[in-house]
Protein backbone atom coordinates (compact mmCIF):
# COMPACT_ATOMS: atom_id res chain seq x y z
CA UNK A 1 0.00 0.00 0.00
CA UNK A 2 1.36 3.46 -0.74
CA UNK A 3 2.09 5.73 2.35
CA UNK A 4 -0.74 7.25 3.77
CA UNK A 5 -3.18 4.55 2.77
CA UNK A 6 -2.84 2.46 5.48
CA UNK A 7 -3.24 5.93 7.42
CA UNK A 8 -6.27 6.97 6.14
CA UNK A 9 -8.05 3.34 6.95
CA UNK A 10 -7.16 3.59 10.22
CA UNK A 11 -7.88 7.11 11.16
CA UNK A 12 -10.26 7.40 13.55
CA UNK A 13 -9.90 3.66 15.17
CA UNK A 14 -9.26 3.10 18.94
CA UNK A 15 -7.32 -0.04 19.61
CA UNK A 16 -7.22 -1.52 22.45
CA UNK A 17 -4.00 -0.95 24.82
CA UNK A 18 -2.84 -0.95 28.44
CA UNK A 19 -0.15 0.00 30.42
CA UNK A 20 2.27 -2.80 29.30
CA UNK A 21 2.88 -1.37 25.56
CA UNK A 22 6.00 0.44 25.20
CA UNK A 23 5.60 0.77 21.68
CA UNK A 24 1.94 0.76 19.99
CA UNK A 25 0.36 1.66 17.71
CA UNK A 26 0.16 5.67 18.64
CA UNK A 27 3.25 5.85 17.14
CA UNK A 28 5.11 5.11 13.92
CA UNK A 29 7.83 2.71 14.39
CA UNK A 30 9.59 -0.67 13.47
CA UNK A 31 7.80 -3.24 15.93
CA UNK A 32 5.35 -3.26 18.98
CA UNK A 33 6.96 -3.56 22.60
CA UNK A 34 5.31 -5.04 25.30
CA UNK A 35 6.97 -5.42 28.75
CA UNK A 36 7.04 -8.51 30.97
CA UNK A 37 8.99 -7.65 33.47
CA UNK A 38 11.06 -4.85 34.72
CA UNK A 39 13.85 -6.79 32.91
CA UNK A 40 11.77 -7.97 30.01
CA UNK A 41 9.72 -6.82 27.00
CA UNK A 42 8.62 -8.81 24.34
CA UNK A 43 9.15 -7.36 20.58
CA UNK A 44 6.35 -8.41 17.43
CA UNK A 45 6.58 -7.52 14.45
CA UNK A 46 5.29 -9.65 10.68
CA UNK A 47 6.57 -9.01 7.42
CA UNK A 48 5.98 -10.80 4.28
CA UNK A 49 5.46 -9.49 0.81
CA UNK A 50 5.38 -11.45 -3.07
CA UNK A 51 8.96 -13.02 -4.64
CA UNK A 52 11.48 -9.94 -5.54
CA UNK A 53 13.36 -12.57 -6.93
CA UNK A 54 13.11 -15.43 -9.34
CA UNK A 55 14.97 -18.25 -7.02
CA UNK A 56 12.79 -19.27 -4.70
CA UNK A 57 15.65 -20.27 -2.14
CA UNK A 58 17.09 -16.72 -2.18
CA UNK A 59 13.45 -15.22 -2.25
CA UNK A 60 13.15 -17.12 1.24
CA UNK A 61 16.18 -15.84 2.81
CA UNK A 62 15.22 -12.36 1.29
CA UNK A 63 11.92 -12.63 3.36
CA UNK A 64 13.57 -14.05 6.47
CA UNK A 65 16.07 -11.39 6.31
CA UNK A 66 14.00 -8.84 6.03
CA UNK A 67 11.14 -10.07 8.64
CA UNK A 68 14.12 -10.63 11.43
CA UNK A 69 15.61 -7.01 10.94
CA UNK A 70 12.60 -5.14 12.12
CA UNK A 71 13.55 -6.76 15.94
CA UNK A 72 17.23 -5.62 15.19
CA UNK A 73 16.42 -2.23 14.39
CA UNK A 74 14.59 -2.12 18.11
CA UNK A 75 18.03 -3.12 19.96
CA UNK A 76 16.21 -6.68 20.39
CA UNK A 77 17.04 -10.09 19.93
CA UNK A 78 14.79 -12.37 17.92
CA UNK A 79 13.98 -15.47 19.45
CA UNK A 80 10.93 -17.35 17.41
CA UNK A 81 9.31 -16.85 14.48
CA UNK A 82 6.32 -18.30 12.74
CA UNK A 83 5.96 -18.77 8.70
CA UNK A 84 3.49 -16.81 6.45
CA UNK A 85 2.81 -18.60 3.54
CA UNK A 86 0.36 -18.24 0.33
CA UNK A 87 1.02 -20.44 -2.18
CA UNK A 88 -0.51 -21.64 -6.16
CA UNK A 89 -0.48 -25.07 -4.86
CA UNK A 90 -2.60 -26.31 -7.65
CA UNK A 91 -0.80 -24.54 -10.23
CA UNK A 92 3.00 -24.63 -9.31
CA UNK A 93 5.49 -27.30 -8.27
CA UNK A 94 6.03 -27.85 -4.34
CA UNK A 95 8.96 -28.35 -4.43
CA UNK A 96 9.20 -24.44 -5.14
CA UNK A 97 7.14 -24.10 -1.92
CA UNK A 98 9.82 -26.09 -0.31
CA UNK A 99 12.78 -23.88 -1.42
CA UNK A 100 11.17 -20.77 0.03
CA UNK A 101 10.90 -22.25 3.11
CA UNK A 102 14.23 -23.75 3.17
CA UNK A 103 15.69 -20.22 2.73
CA UNK A 104 13.95 -18.83 5.49
CA UNK A 105 14.58 -21.73 7.79
CA UNK A 106 18.37 -21.24 6.83
CA UNK A 107 18.15 -17.42 7.79
CA UNK A 108 16.62 -18.61 11.15
CA UNK A 109 19.33 -21.03 12.24
CA UNK A 110 21.85 -18.11 10.92
CA UNK A 111 20.01 -15.71 13.28
CA UNK A 112 19.55 -18.07 15.83
CA UNK A 113 16.25 -18.09 15.77
CA UNK A 114 13.53 -21.12 16.32
CA UNK A 115 9.97 -21.32 13.82
CA UNK A 116 7.43 -22.98 15.93
CA UNK A 117 4.81 -22.83 13.31
CA UNK A 118 3.18 -20.50 10.88
CA UNK A 119 -0.32 -20.77 8.42
CA UNK A 120 -0.93 -21.21 4.65
CA UNK A 121 -3.24 -20.10 2.13
CA UNK A 122 -3.76 -20.78 -1.27
CA UNK A 123 -3.60 -18.07 -3.51
CA UNK A 124 -2.75 -17.65 -6.85
CA UNK A 125 0.01 -15.21 -6.00
CA UNK A 126 3.00 -16.40 -3.76
CA UNK A 127 3.12 -14.38 -0.46
CA UNK A 128 5.96 -15.15 1.96
CA UNK A 129 7.02 -13.95 5.20
CA UNK A 130 7.43 -14.78 8.86
CA UNK A 131 6.01 -12.84 12.21
CA UNK A 132 8.85 -12.80 14.23
CA UNK A 133 9.27 -12.25 17.97
CA UNK A 134 12.47 -10.96 20.14
CA UNK A 135 13.35 -10.06 23.30
CA UNK A 136 14.93 -6.51 24.77
CA UNK A 137 15.87 -4.55 28.12
CA UNK A 138 12.86 -2.17 28.57
CA UNK A 139 15.54 0.43 29.08
CA UNK A 140 17.59 -0.69 26.13
CA UNK A 141 14.88 -0.37 23.73
CA UNK A 142 15.60 1.83 20.20
CA UNK A 143 12.79 3.69 19.38
CA UNK A 144 12.22 6.13 16.08
CA UNK A 145 11.47 8.93 18.89
CA UNK A 146 14.82 9.86 20.68
CA UNK A 147 17.76 10.59 17.96
CA UNK A 148 19.58 13.54 19.59
CA UNK A 149 20.43 16.83 18.27
CA UNK A 150 24.56 16.36 17.30
CA UNK A 151 24.41 12.24 16.57
CA UNK A 152 25.70 11.68 13.27
CA UNK A 153 23.42 9.19 11.53
CA UNK A 154 25.24 5.95 9.61
CA UNK A 155 23.54 3.89 7.41
CA UNK A 156 24.72 -0.10 7.17
CA UNK A 157 23.57 -1.01 3.78
CA UNK A 158 23.52 0.76 0.24
CA UNK A 159 20.83 2.12 -1.61
CA UNK A 160 19.42 1.03 -5.11
CA UNK A 161 17.72 -2.14 -4.38
CA UNK A 162 14.40 -0.98 -5.57
CA UNK A 163 15.93 0.73 -8.71
CA UNK A 164 18.18 -2.81 -9.37
CA UNK A 165 15.28 -5.03 -8.84
CA UNK A 166 13.06 -2.89 -11.38
CA UNK A 167 16.70 -3.23 -14.32
CA UNK A 168 16.60 -7.02 -13.29
CA UNK A 169 12.78 -7.34 -14.49
CA UNK A 170 13.88 -5.36 -17.62
CA UNK A 171 17.03 -8.10 -17.94
CA UNK A 172 19.07 -4.71 -17.99
CA UNK A 173 21.56 -5.81 -14.99
CA UNK A 174 24.92 -8.71 -15.11
CA UNK A 175 24.44 -12.02 -13.40
CA UNK A 176 27.64 -10.81 -10.91
CA UNK A 177 25.37 -7.97 -10.02
CA UNK A 178 22.39 -9.48 -9.40
CA UNK A 179 23.87 -11.79 -7.42
CA UNK A 180 25.34 -8.93 -5.53
CA UNK A 181 22.09 -7.10 -4.55
CA UNK A 182 20.68 -10.92 -3.89
CA UNK A 183 23.11 -11.49 -1.13
CA UNK A 184 23.08 -7.84 0.10
CA UNK A 185 19.03 -8.09 0.78
CA UNK A 186 19.89 -11.91 2.24
CA UNK A 187 22.03 -10.19 4.71
CA UNK A 188 20.98 -9.62 8.32
CA UNK A 189 21.43 -7.07 9.91
CA UNK A 190 22.21 -8.90 13.41
CA UNK A 191 25.85 -8.18 12.98
CA UNK A 192 25.71 -4.35 12.76
CA UNK A 193 22.97 -4.41 15.36
CA UNK A 194 25.10 -6.27 17.41
CA UNK A 195 28.45 -3.83 17.48
CA UNK A 196 25.96 -0.87 17.58
CA UNK A 197 24.82 -1.17 21.00
CA UNK A 198 28.32 -0.97 22.24
CA UNK A 199 28.23 2.82 21.47
CA UNK A 200 26.26 6.14 22.45
CA UNK A 201 23.47 5.60 20.00
CA UNK A 202 19.91 6.81 20.42
CA UNK A 203 17.79 5.67 18.35
CA UNK A 204 17.79 2.90 15.40
CA UNK A 205 15.15 2.15 11.94
CA UNK A 206 15.78 -0.21 9.21
CA UNK A 207 15.34 0.89 5.56
CA UNK A 208 12.64 -0.92 4.09
CA UNK A 209 9.50 0.37 1.18
CA UNK A 210 9.48 4.10 2.21
CA UNK A 211 13.30 4.60 1.33
CA UNK A 212 15.92 6.31 3.51
CA UNK A 213 14.45 9.73 3.60
CA UNK A 214 10.63 8.32 4.04
CA UNK A 215 12.11 6.33 7.35
CA UNK A 216 14.46 9.31 8.07
CA UNK A 217 11.43 11.58 8.22
CA UNK A 218 9.76 9.67 10.71
CA UNK A 219 12.24 9.86 12.94
CA UNK A 220 13.12 13.42 13.02
CA UNK A 221 8.83 13.97 13.22
CA UNK A 222 8.80 11.23 16.07
CA UNK A 223 11.90 12.95 18.19
CA UNK A 224 11.32 16.77 16.99
CA UNK A 225 14.49 17.40 15.84
CA UNK A 226 15.77 18.00 11.75
CA UNK A 227 18.44 16.47 10.08
CA UNK A 228 20.99 17.48 7.16
CA UNK A 229 22.22 14.50 4.50
CA UNK A 230 25.03 14.87 2.90
CA UNK A 231 24.43 12.91 -0.99
CA UNK A 232 28.09 12.09 -1.37
CA UNK A 233 28.21 10.48 1.42
CA UNK A 234 25.28 8.21 1.14
CA UNK A 235 26.24 4.35 -0.36
CA UNK A 236 24.95 3.55 -3.52
CA UNK A 237 25.21 0.04 -5.38
CA UNK A 238 27.10 0.13 -8.21
CA UNK A 239 24.64 0.77 -11.53
CA UNK A 240 22.10 2.54 -9.51
CA UNK A 241 22.51 6.18 -10.48
CA UNK A 242 22.89 4.95 -14.18
CA UNK A 243 19.24 2.65 -14.48
CA UNK A 244 17.73 5.64 -12.31
CA UNK A 245 19.01 8.19 -14.94
CA UNK A 246 17.12 5.06 -17.66
CA UNK A 247 14.22 5.82 -15.53
CA UNK A 248 14.32 2.16 -14.20
CA UNK A 249 12.70 3.54 -10.69
CA UNK A 250 9.86 2.22 -8.85
CA UNK A 251 6.21 3.58 -8.50
CA UNK A 252 6.57 3.37 -5.17
CA UNK A 253 9.74 5.80 -5.16
CA UNK A 254 7.80 8.29 -6.47
CA UNK A 255 4.88 7.88 -4.13
CA UNK A 256 7.76 8.01 -1.02
CA UNK A 257 8.38 11.72 -2.61
CA UNK A 258 5.22 12.69 -2.76
CA UNK A 259 4.11 11.55 0.46
CA UNK A 260 7.42 13.18 2.04
CA UNK A 261 7.41 16.84 -0.15
CA UNK A 262 6.89 19.38 2.19
CA UNK A 263 9.29 18.26 4.98
CA UNK A 264 12.15 17.49 2.55
CA UNK A 265 14.60 19.73 1.24
CA UNK A 266 16.77 19.29 -1.62
CA UNK A 267 19.51 21.40 -3.18
CA UNK A 268 19.76 22.06 -7.27
CA UNK A 269 23.27 20.60 -6.64
CA UNK A 270 21.46 17.20 -6.01
CA UNK A 271 21.59 14.94 -9.03
CA UNK A 272 18.18 13.61 -10.20
CA UNK A 273 19.53 9.94 -10.07
CA UNK A 274 20.54 11.06 -6.44
CA UNK A 275 17.09 12.00 -5.09
CA UNK A 276 15.45 9.26 -6.94
CA UNK A 277 17.49 6.74 -4.88
CA UNK A 278 17.02 8.71 -1.48
CA UNK A 279 13.23 7.54 -2.08
CA UNK A 280 13.92 3.79 -4.01
CA UNK A 281 12.03 1.53 -1.83
CA UNK A 282 14.76 -0.56 0.08
CA UNK A 283 13.75 -4.63 0.38
CA UNK A 284 15.42 -6.11 3.63
CA UNK A 285 17.80 -2.50 3.24
CA UNK A 286 20.57 -1.33 6.43
CA UNK A 287 19.88 -0.30 9.49
CA UNK A 288 19.75 3.64 9.79
CA UNK A 289 21.64 5.00 13.27
CA UNK A 290 22.09 7.94 15.19
CA UNK A 291 25.44 7.55 17.24
CA UNK A 292 26.81 10.89 19.71
CA UNK A 293 29.02 12.70 17.81
CA UNK A 294 32.09 11.52 20.02
CA UNK A 295 31.40 8.09 18.97
CA UNK A 296 30.57 8.20 15.12
CA UNK A 297 34.02 7.51 14.13
CA UNK A 298 34.55 4.47 16.64
CA UNK A 299 31.15 3.33 15.49
CA UNK A 300 32.61 3.35 11.86
CA UNK A 301 35.66 1.44 12.59
CA UNK A 302 33.26 -1.26 14.62
CA UNK A 303 31.26 -1.81 11.41
CA UNK A 304 34.03 -1.46 9.02
CA UNK A 305 36.22 -4.06 11.30
CA UNK A 306 33.97 -7.59 10.91
CA UNK A 307 33.25 -6.13 7.23
CA UNK A 308 30.47 -4.14 6.74
CA UNK A 309 32.33 -2.04 4.54
CA UNK A 310 29.59 -0.23 2.99
CA UNK A 311 28.60 1.48 6.11
CA UNK A 312 28.42 5.24 6.04
CA UNK A 313 28.00 8.37 8.11
CA UNK A 314 25.62 10.31 5.81
CA UNK A 315 24.53 12.93 7.88
CA UNK A 316 23.67 14.88 11.21
CA UNK A 317 20.85 15.48 13.55
CA UNK A 318 20.30 19.21 13.66
CA UNK A 319 18.04 21.24 15.98
CA UNK A 320 16.78 24.15 13.16
CA UNK A 321 14.58 23.42 11.39
CA UNK A 322 12.83 20.96 13.31
CA UNK A 323 10.88 18.39 11.20
CA UNK A 324 12.31 19.17 8.22
CA UNK A 325 15.01 17.38 6.23
CA UNK A 326 17.63 18.91 4.12
CA UNK A 327 19.52 17.42 1.35
CA UNK A 328 23.07 18.97 -0.14
CO1 LIG B 1 11.35 -1.39 9.91
CO1 LIG C 1 8.47 -4.17 8.92
CO1 LIG D 1 14.04 1.18 16.18
Redesign the pocket.
Known amino acids: MSPGDLDKALCGLVFPTDENVLVGLDRAD ?1 AGVYQISEELALIQ ?1 V ?1 FFTPIVDDPYWFGQIAAANALS ?1 VYAMGGVPKTAMNLVAFPAKEMELTVLRQIIQGGIDKLKEAGVVLLGGHSIEDREIKYGLSVTGIVHPDKILTKGNIRIGDCLVLTKPLGFGIINTAVKAAMVSTELTEKVTKLMATLNREAAEIMVNFDISGCTDI ?1 GFGLLGHLAEMVCGSGVGARIDFGEVPVIEKALDFADMGMIPTVAYENREFRREMITIADTVPRAVQDVLFDPQTSGGLLIAVSGADAGNLMAALHGVGIHESAIIGVVVEEPAERIMVA
Open positions: DTDDT
